[in-house]
């Protein structure tokens, strides 16, 4: 599957670019995890390439079909889960899958059959009979996955398909995207970090409209200054080193983020003093703060701009 933006942009009210010259040639399948602040273009990014917004300037393409001029041909290929999607209230799960799938052309056994499989992957079967409006929040975001999940379309657009899932609904919910990653593309937008990294073969992040990089983790990692953590179980633990980063999580935990040589250059002084500790490669949460600093960089930025 291949998705290309030509210069994308979005300006809200002549004044507020959304998104600005944003290009890009992604040719794969599998799970694209698209990551940034609040206010970073994730959701304009999604409703543009999904034929819901128009862009101000710009060209976007699935499949090499233009997202504006034929957005007809581009409906046929893609299914969406809005980040605002909700199911109606008075229809019941399975109601509401084979609906959609009926209106994307399946048969009535087809889409009740295929209804059934995708509620059961997402652990809705004993409630397929029931009104939607006695779901609790997750389950209605679950349902709402499930309808693009029963489409088999090859491209799938999902924004922020896990906010209100608890901690073990969204693992079920990565396995099932990993499982069906492999014949199509998934877009998909979040605010979990560890969500980001767990499922997305490419990552992009975004930041007030910009593209400020894509790539795997691994090529992401290779770019920062601080690609690996050393992680430190001692109350006697102090460290004055030039090129890191120290973090004291608790009395008895410290985090040394650094560069290879630095961290292993470490290690002969832990052992000696015995003292326990493990090296792990930077995570994404650590890597997106060396690209975009913390939030309270930010905040210490827009106070100088005042």
Do not use: C
């Not at 709402?144 to 919910?173: H, N, Q, W």
């Amino acid at each position: 599957m291949r998705l290309r933006t030509l210069e994308l942009s979005k300006t809200y009210e002549k004044k507020y670019k959304a998104l600005e010259n944003l290009s890009l040639d992604l040719n794969m399948n599998g799970i694209f995890s698209v990551i940034g602040r609040n206010g970073a273009g994730k959701t304009t990014f999604v409703r543009i390439l999904s034929t819901e917004l128009l862009p101000t300037s710009g060209k976007g393409f699935i499949n090499e079909v233009d997202v504006v001029e034929d957005a007809e041909t581009v409906r046929q290929d893609i299914a969406v889960v809005p980040q605002e999607a909700r199911p109606l209230p008075w229809l019941t799960p399975l109601q509401t899958v084979s609906s959609y799938l009926m209106w994307r052309g399946y048969s009535y056994r087809e889409s009740n059959e295929k209804g059934k499989e995708a509620l059961r992957e997402l652990g809705l079967e004993g409630k397929e009979g029931q009104k939607s409006r006695k779901l609790s929040g997750g389950q209605k975001r679950k349902l709402m996955v499930a309808t693009v999940i029963a489409s088999e379309a090859p491209v799938i657009f999902l924004d922020e398909p896990t906010t209100g899932l608890d901690y073990l609904s969204r693992k079920e919910l990565w396995q099932l995207l990993s499982r069906m990653k492999k014949d199509r593309l998934i877009i998909l937008t979040t605010h979990y970090l560890e969500e980001a990294e767990t499922l997305g073969d490419q990552i992009m992040i975004l930041d007030k409209g910009k593209l400020v990089d894509i790539g795997g983790i691994d090529d992401l990692r290779s770019k920062v200054k601080l690609p690996y953590v050393l992680k430190v179980h001692s109350e006697n633990f102090r460290i004055e080193e030039d090129d890191v980063q120290v973090h004291n999580v608790s009395d008895k935990e410290t985090f040394v983020y650094g560069s290879a040589s630095k961290i292993y250059g470490l290690i002969p002084y832990l052992v000696t003093n015995k003292m326990k500790f493990t090296v792990e490669e930077a995570s994404l949460s650590s890597i997106f703060e060396q690209y975009l600093g913390t939030d309270e960089d930010e905040e210490e930025n827009e106070e100088k701009n005042w």
